[in-house]
C-alpha cells in the first residue's frame, strides 16, 4: 500500500470514518482504522490538557505520532510550523514541541466524554488553545522572521 495515497475504508455503514490530511511535499490520509494497521507506527502519551476555560484534564491518548507523520508527509527542511486545521478553528504550533506530540484518535480512560473532540493534536508542552480538536488537516509551514502564528 502506498501510504501517501491510501484513503480510509468506508465503515459497516458506508459512511466515512473521520480522517485527517496531513500536507508536506506528500500528502498523506489518516483515519482511526489506519492507526491500527501496519503502515503507520501507533504510540500513547499521557498529556495534561488545559482548556481555555481553565479546566485541567490528565488523559492516556492513543494514536500517530506527529514525528511519523512528519516522515510520511516529506515535510520540507524549512518547517518552522505545523497548521493543525479543524472546520472551525485553527492554530500554528511550533515545529519542535509538536513533533513531540501524537494525532490522537483514542482517549483512555473513563471518562464519558472519551470520544468527544476526536482525533484531537495533543502534545506535553503546548498551551491548551493550540491543542485542537476535531482535526481535519495537519499542514507544514513555514512562518517568516515576526510573522505571527495562527490560532483561533
Same mark, same amino acid.
Given at each position: 500500500?502506498? $501510504?501517501?495515497?491510501? &484513503?480510509?475504508?468506508?465503515?459497516?455503514?458506508?459512511?466515512?470514518? /473521520?480522517?485527517?490530511? !496531513? &500536507?508536506?511535499?506528500? =500528502? !498523506?490520509? !489518516?483515519?482511526?482504522?489506519?492507526?491500527?494497521?501496519?503502515?503507520? /507506527?501507533?504510540?500513547?502519551? =499521557?498529556?495534561?490538557?488545559?482548556?481555555?476555560?481553565?479546566?485541567?484534564? =490528565?488523559?492516556?491518548?492513543?494514536?500517530?505520532?506527529?514525528?511519523?507523520?512528519?516522515?510520511?508527509?516529506? @515535510? #520540507?527542511?524549512?518547517? =518552522?510550523?505545523?497548521?493543525?486545521?479543524?472546520?472551525? @478553528?485553527?492554530?500554528?504550533? #511550533?515545529?519542535? #514541541?509538536?513533533?513531540?506530540?501524537?494525532?490522537? @484518535?483514542?482517549?483512555?480512560?473513563?471518562?464519558?466524554?472519551?470520544?468527544? *473532540?476526536? /482525533?484531537? @493534536? $495533543?502534545?506535553?508542552? !503546548? #498551551?491548551? &488553545?493550540?491543542?485542537?480538536?476535531?482535526?481535519?488537516?495537519?499542514?507544514?509551514?513555514?512562518?517568516?522572521?515576526?510573522?505571527? /502564528?495562527?490560532? *483561533?
Amino acid at each position: 500500500m502506498n $501510504v501517501a495515497n491510501a &484513503e480510509p475504508a468506508a465503515d459497516g455503514d458506508g459512511e466515512r470514518p /473521520p480522517s485527517v490530511r !496531513v &500536507e508536506g511535499r506528500e =500528502t !498523506v490520509v !489518516v483515519s482511526a482504522a489506519r492507526t491500527r494497521s501496519d503502515d503507520l /507506527p501507533r504510540a500513547t502519551r =499521557t498529556c495534561t490538557v488545559e482548556c481555555a476555560s481553565g479546566v485541567r484534564g =490528565t488523559d492516556e491518548w492513543a494514536g500517530v505520532p506527529v514525528d511519523a507523520l512528519a516522515v510520511a508527509a516529506d @515535510f #520540507p527542511g524549512e518547517t =518552522t510550523h505545523l497548521h493543525v486545521a479543524a472546520a472551525d @478553528f485553527a492554530a500554528d504550533v #511550533p515545529i519542535r #514541541p509538536a513533533l513531540g506530540g501524537i494525532l490522537a @484518535f483514542e482517549r483512555e480512560g473513563d471518562r464519558e466524554d472519551g470520544a468527544v *473532540g476526536l /482525533p484531537r @493534536f $495533543v502534545a506535553d508542552g !503546548v #498551551p491548551g &488553545e493550540r491543542l485542537v480538536k476535531r482535526v481535519e488537516r495537519l499542514s507544514a509551514v513555514a512562518l517568516d522572521a515576526g510573522e505571527e /502564528p495562527e490560532v *483561533g
